[in-house]
């Protein structure tokens, strides 16, 4: 029987970008394509049956896809120079607790599947877990097709360059029907486990995050013809936008704002940029500190970019409500987890968009690093092992 540990070694050199010291994957990359594959085999060799659904997810089945089905898993997607563990661990950990329930001889009682949800992170067209979204409703299929990446290849292109149908896209009412539960095994993204010492918890809740574009267009021009009181430079407002978010997070209560991407146009180093891209994460404990949060600072920035002789627009890209978990399951599973701890998280998850439509837990695994997203995230073995048991465990209780 092969462990979590063995399964993610399995899969640690496939889609991996050294170059940033992690792992680098978006839906249907060359990596990611390979890490489906290996999923898809995988599961085969345990006689799993393996379907796609319209929206790119890949799901496992043990036994006949039915109704009312147990449903684990996570996402094979990475960040740029992202960890080993986000995404990978949960699908590893449910077919290994797939694998130590049938060497226990369990056979459920209703059918138990893994799914595979496509574009979890967003890496490529932006939106974050743009499969579980159109498998939920959540995002309109037109607007998911239209969807397009750095290089202007929409989503609908990508999926039919993938072999799959793009006018399938959308709520997949059989698939959706057909999830009874949904529990998703996570690498912990922060350091809760480490402080209560427990090498596995559950989620009590998810932030409120979006993802808000805002684009400063100015004047372009030539870095060194330009007297420095002649310019409209974009990258200035940008510049004070992403020291405004900082200081607003600070006056939130836990709110958290983040300026992960900062693309100038044309971005040449004797050029003035036309235009600045800020992509703003704005997450909090509560929707409407973080729509105010974002209004703040789209009122900061308007002033900023006048004060330049720009412009600003602001795009919103995603949003996602807090999310509180089923308080009956996860009582049910915390206490049948050997009293396993209840914790929030700040990271967004597939679990989160399904948690609106079915009853849905989440089972964190520790991360002695606490870092997520970068190169140092990480889970010892023995946690991972944990993990497999712990998840095992909610899976026979659900499915028996
Ligand atoms: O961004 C997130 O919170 C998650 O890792 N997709
Ligand atoms: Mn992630
Ligand atoms: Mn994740
Ligand atoms: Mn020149």
């Not at 659904?53 to 089905?69: I, K, Y």
């Not at 007297?227 to 992403?242: G, Y």
């Amino acid at each position: 029987m092969t462990t979590a540990s063995e399964l993610l070694v399995s899969i640690d050199d496939i889609g991996v970008d050294r170059a940033r010291g992690g792992f680098s994957r978006h839906v249907f990359d060359h990596a990611e394509q390979e890490l489906r594959e290996w999923f898809t085999e995988q599961a085969r060799s345990r006689g799993l049956q393996v379907t796609t659904d319209g929206n790119a997810n890949l799901w496992a089945w043990w036994g006949e896809p039915g109704t009312d089905a147990v449903v684990t898993g996570s996402h094979l997607d990475s960040v740029p120079g992202g960890g080993a563990f986000d995404g990978p661990l949960g699908v590893v950990s449910a077919l290994a607790a797939l694998d130590l329930l049938r060497a226990e001889g369990f056979t459920p009682r209703r059918p138990l599947a893994v799914a595979v949800f496509a574009e979890e992170e967003g890496g490529r067209f932006g939106v974050p877990c743009l499969g579980s979204r159109l498998l939920a409703g959540t995002i309109d299929p037109d607007r998911a097709r239209n969807l397009r990446d750095p290089d202007g290849v929409s989503f609908a292109e990508a999926m039919r360059s993938a072999g799959m149908a793009p006018e399938r896209a959308g709520r997949d009412d059989v698939a959706l029907d057909r999830i009874g539960h949904f529990v998703e095994l996570h690498v912990e993204q922060g350091r809760g486990l480490i402080d209560l010492h427990r090498p596995v918890g559950v989620a009590s809740s998810i932030l409120s995050h979006g993802r808000w574009r805002f684009r400063f267009s100015g004047q372009g021009n030539h870095a060194g013809a330009t007297p420095i009181t002649d310019r409209r430079d974009p990258m200035l407002p940008a510049s004070r936008l992403v020291l405004a978010a900082r200081e607003a997070a600070f006056g939130t209560e836990s709110a958290r704002a983040t300026a992960g991407r900062l693309v100038p146009t044309p971005g040449g180093t004797n050029v003035i940029a036309s235009t600045v891209d800020v992509w703003l994460d704005v997450r909090s404990p509560a929707d409407a500190a973080t729509r105010g949060l974002v209004d703040d600072l789209a009122g900061q920035a308007d002033g900023y970019a006048s004060e330049e002789g720009c412009r600003v627009e602001v795009t919103e890209e995603s949003y996602a409500d807090t999310v509180h978990f089923d308080a009956g399951l996860r009582e049910e599973l915390a206490s049948l987890l050997d009293d396993a701890p209840m914790l929030p998280t700040g990271a967004g998850h597939d679990a989160g968009i399904l948690a609106a439509h079915k009853p849905t837990a989440m089972l964190f695994v520790r991360n002695p690093t606490g870092v997520s997203h970068a190169p140092e995230e990480h889970a010892e073995s023995e946690d991972c092992d944990t993990g497999v048991v712990a998840l095992a465990r909610t899976l026979e209780h659900l499915a028996s």
